[in-house]
């Protein structure tokens, strides 16, 4: 996240209002492009068709939107985690040839696996239509490509295309959403696909045109994956982590549960709780990345400038203090942060309560929701502090962490039935920022020792 | 692993790869020895080219690399080995600043119970502990990069040294202290094999004037703005290296050798003990080169100087002597024998200053030569204009032939050119000049050009002395008997490998 962070703090140093409020979009795209456009599309579409009334067809690509996000973002992250780490080390050498042949094996990757997993469940396992089938896999690709597209955009700065892309994608999502008369599933997949493509479009051309469409094969790519291994399990650990419990809840309570097609298992009790709530973390996401993390960014990257000066241990000393600081009081500061966007959203829920899909049956599990929200979002920013350390260990181990214990507790509080509905996540999460926290300090007391010996290129 | 060789020729930076005085001695001795057999062991680092620059005599029955920057990585330490690293990490810390043999005999034994290597040592967190307290004692204040890979690079020859795998030999030879005093050292501790250490300058010394040159040392930033305590330097943390390193050295060796006197009261002044000192002068083949005719046909008064185009030999200072001589004698040629390679940069602004001073017609660079009698049968004096000598071969061979000489008052020019207590030859076979100094150096080479008869007489008395002293045949005797009287049957415990 290096150039973007040095991006988003050229954007917020211009001192304008535009320049702040670009700042935020850009970093709210980058970390959660995709799902963004996904609630647009749930919501935009789900307007123009039915009018916010509910209607069968309008579930049925509700449920598909799920499962594909679900599917793309756990196969992704592992790719994305390696993917944007080599894009920008290669953009920060300036070797930037083997770029787009990355880009081609992710997206290569992606798509063997949603032959070998996307394509017989929907044709095979599902009872959709051979046409509904058929735009579900091409949606399952088109929300996977995006996920692919993001970190190649972020190491090149291309703000202003990701801007445009989410942009135009939206725009014409609602052109196509208006004109649809027919509100059947294929239309609204259709639809929703459509605009995807737009965006997609936009920032493979972004990425086509900065790299290149020549693919040079990069010998060594094999080798620094084996090198730098964690990154692509703490990119499964993550994607994974986040949808466990979802995954656990839809097969444990059929009762409750909502079926579409014969195999699309869903609990939209939980899910829209659990949605809405991870939905209001990306204001302060934003913050994070618009404020703390460019600035931990700018004072690591004062403390290797200096010590190229030639410093003593002493004025490095000088600077991991500064660095301490500003990691504790940003911590304490977007935790509290948290919890005002939690208590605004638990009220704001009694007011738009339709609007957002949610019955009062759904509350006790919404409000244990936002909590959980506020410590996961904490527990991901020391995991996104320790990643850009470079200390890809601790940092695996907070995902994995949250991945197992959320998987655990869930299942364990499932016989105590719908009152304890998302406390497992919740705890898990709890459990997961204490965790992550102690590791973020324990790691900054060695910051020296990261610099000249863990990530010493030079050793 | 080769078979057991009589003598290991412990060698530093040098043979079999670079060309320079001590590799010419070092390939010299062996070939002078053939019923001696030898294993050389070649120290150098990781970014030196290891092309053989010599070709192996049929003696020596192989070659060992130890590559200073390169060291075993040892097993991962476990948490509670903090105490063990931390102590070891203080062993090396005094092996580095004031190591004895008892410091060494520690190291090795730590070293073999842990194996420890890089991994716990240097590249574990109670390693970088260790590094910043060592900082904290010996560059309060420096800069922590360069204390950093100045530690790591002292750190880690040490760990390369004590992990040399050490061949059979009946006695090990230190062609000088530092580094290959170390590796003998080890030797002399782990093989229980008798260790000769041959200085030819002195180590220290030789380190000291490459320091204080060295680019890459530079201190302009160190201390900061901090002017309560004095500015720590870090050429110090090398200096007390070698002189530790010199000091184990001699604390182990058997016998310690040196080529001339004044040596020995610097071997004294860093703790070699009186007991194990003695002298051995370098031999030449005194023969080969008194043959060598003069050559009598008319040509310019010529002035000859051999030896690398590096900083230690001061060329700077013989180009502007000989820009000084050709207003004292007109029509004079100096020519510049020796490789440019070793230090292009230096090479560069050597030629760049020839220019500077108007000396493009006087001065050649000839480069490496096949046949350099050719040049020394027509040449009239030598040059020797270098701040640090031991017993240069180049004077010696150059006197053999019945050149005079006009060097420096470095090493043991002095002794060569004007005698020594003892010496059966009276007279003196050229002039020394203080170095540095142009002028001197040009007006000493002026006297001896401009005087035919004392150039002859000069030469005659360099010829005689050579002949008496520094000949090949009694250097070679006296290094035999010290073998002979070194080398003691192998035990039957190390007879199949040494550990």
Known sequence: MTSSNTTIEAMTRRGTLSGVLGAYLYAAFLVAGPWIFTVLGLLGLGAATCGGGSCFDLTVFRSIVIYNSMYALIVTSPLTFISGRYASERVYSGREENVFYVLVISLGVFAFLTLLIVVPFYLYVTTLDQTEAMLSIYNAMMIGCSWLCIPFLGAIRAYSAVLVAFGMGAFSLLVFGKSLHDPHTTSILLAFNCGFAITNLVLLATVVRRFGAKITVDPELKKRVGKKWELPLAGAAYALGLWIDKIIMWHADPSNGLVVAGAIQTLPSYDSAMFWAQLSSIPIIAVFFVHVETRFSALIRAYHARMQQRATLRELNEIVRNIGTHVLSSMFGLFAGLFIVAGMMIMLSFVFMTELGLRPSYMGIFRVSLAAMAFYTSAMFCFSFLLHLDLRRPALLIVLTFLVLNGAITVALLPFGPDLYGYGNMIAATVSLLFGFSLVLRELSWIHYHAFITNNPSL | ?499
């Open chain 2, 1 to 499: 692993m080769s078979a057991g060789a009589d003598v290991c020729l412990i060698a530093e930076g040098g043979y079999p790869y670079v060309v320079g005085g001590v590799s010419s001695w070092a390939d010299a001795l062996m070939r002078a020895s053939p019923q001696l057999s030898f294993h050389v062991i070649a120290i150098s680092v990781s970014s030196q080219a290891r092309r053989r620059s010599f070709v192996l005599p049929a003696n020596a029955v192989d070659v060992t690399d130890v590559i200073l920057d390169v060291c075993p990585r040892g097993r991962t330490p476990a948490h509670s080995e903090a105490d063990k690293i931390k102590q070891i990490l203080g062993l090396l810390e005094i092996a580095l600043t004031s190591g004895d043999r008892s410091t060494l005999e520690e190291l090795i034994e730590q070293m073999r119970i842990t194996g420890f290597g890089q991994a716990a040592l240097l590249d574990s967190k109670e390693g970088w502990h260790a590094m910043e307290r060592a900082y904290e004692r010996l560059l309060p204040n420096g800069p922590l990069l360069d204390f950093f890979w100045s530690w790591r690079f002292l750190v880690r020859s040490l760990l390369a040294m004590m992990s040399t795998p050490l061949p059979q030999a009946r006695v090990f030879h230190a062609v000088a202290t530092g580094f290959s005093g170390v590796v003998g050292s080890y030797a002399r501790l782990v093989a229980k094999t008798p260790l000769l250490v041959t200085e030819h300058g002195i180590y220290t010394n030789e380190r000291r004037i490459e320091l204080a040159v060295a680019d890459w040392l530079f201190d302009s930033e160190v201390g900061g703005f901090d002017v309560a305590t004095a500015p720590a330097e870090l050429r110090s943390i090398w200096l007390n290296a070698f002189q530790s390193f010199s000091r184990i050295s001699y604390a182990v060796a058997d016998v310690i050798t040196t080529q001339y006197r004044a040596n020995q009261s610097f071997q004294r002044a860093d703790g070699a003990p009186d007991d194990k000192l003695r002298i051995i002068p370098n031999g030449i083949d005194f023969t080969k080169f008194a043959a060598v005719p003069r050559d009598a046909a008319q040509r310019r008064p010529t002035v000859v100087m051999i030896g690398r185009i590096v900083p230690i030999k001061d060329i700077r200072t013989f180009i502007i002597a000989v820009a000084l001589l050709k207003d004292l004698v007109p029509n004079v040629s100096a020519i510049l024998i020796g490789p440019e390679d070793e230090d292009p940069e230096y090479a560069a602004s050597c030629r760049q200053l020839v220019q500077q001073v108007g000396a493009e017609s006087v001065i050649d660079f000839l480069g490496r030569v096949p046949d350099v009698l050719k040049y020394l049968s027509s040449a009239d004096v030598l040059a020797l204009s270098s701040i640090s000598e031991a017993q240069p071969m180049a004077v010696l061979e150059a006197a053999a032939t019945g050149l005079p000489i006009v060097s420096t008052d470095v090493g043991s020019c002095r002794e060569i050119i004007e005698g020594f207590e003892g010496d059966p030859v009276d007279g003196c076979g050229g002039i020394v000049v203080e170095p540095c100094n142009p002028k001197a150096m040009a007006e000493a080479l002026a006297t001896i050009l401009h005087d035919d008869a004392l150039r002859s007489q000069m030469g005659e008395v360099m010829r005689r002395r050579v002949g008496s002293y520094y000949h090949k045949n009694r250097v070679t005797r006296l290094y035999e008997t010290l073998y002979a009287e070194l080398m003691a049957p192998i035990p039957a415990s190390h007879r199949c490998g040494i550990p």
